[in-house]
């Protein structure tokens, strides 16, 4: 039970302070509770599903919740910062309505040039596989070439860019931690 008060905890991005405060509950206690060295009552259980916004056999995980599952049908993807924007990228969103994401998929169409010296950094790591095409990503400088098939993992901290070549705007698969 505390390893899953613990992951949903960061699961939503609070710490134990703010999860004190949602549950009525000592910081200490809930981290006994995480560590297991304590096990909840009943009426914590129920503080706590509260302050999640589950019933308590979601907390406890005997049940599947609203929106524990997401599912997204190739022609309801919705896209952002699409071809044609100042910095040329495409992108589609594979997993918009999961609540209490860990990582964030979605499809990529990088532009065939890059439209300036512009770098992304961000924090966690990114998978980027290549769905089609052939794709360039520059990490500092350092240009790797992907083709169809092809991946790459990397902390997101790097400083990267990328750009469909073969004169053909390529697709990758990229998944974000959040």
Do not use: W
Request: hydrophobic share 40%; glycine share 8%.
């Amino acid at each position: 039970m505390g390893a899953r008060i613990a992951f949903l905890r960061r699961q939503r991005g609070i710490s134990l302070e703010e999860l004190a405060q949602k549950s009525g509950l000592t910081k200490s206690f809930l981290s006994k509770l995480e560590r297991g060295l304590s096990v909840p009552s009943i009426s914590t259980a129920m503080a706590l599903a509260k302050a999640f916004g589950l019933t308590v056999g979601q907390l406890v995980g005997e049940q599947e919740y609203d929106g524990a599952i997401c599912v997204v049908r190739k022609g309801d993807r919705r896209s952002f910062m699409r071809r044609g924007n100042e910095i040329g990228y495409d992108y589609e969103m594979l997993a918009a309505a999961k609540s209490f994401k860990l990582m964030e998929p979605y499809i990529m169409r990088p532009p065939l040039e890059f439209q300036d010296e512009r770098r992304f950094a961000h924090a966690g790591q990114e998978f980027l596989f290549v769905l089609s095409g052939t794709i360039e990503v520059q990490f500092a400088g350092r240009p790797i070439r992907l083709n169809a098939g092809d991946a790459v993992y990397f902390d997101s901290n790097v400083p990267h860019r990328s750009r469909s070549l073969k004169g053909k705007v390529a697709e990758a698969l990229v998944i974000v931690t959040v």
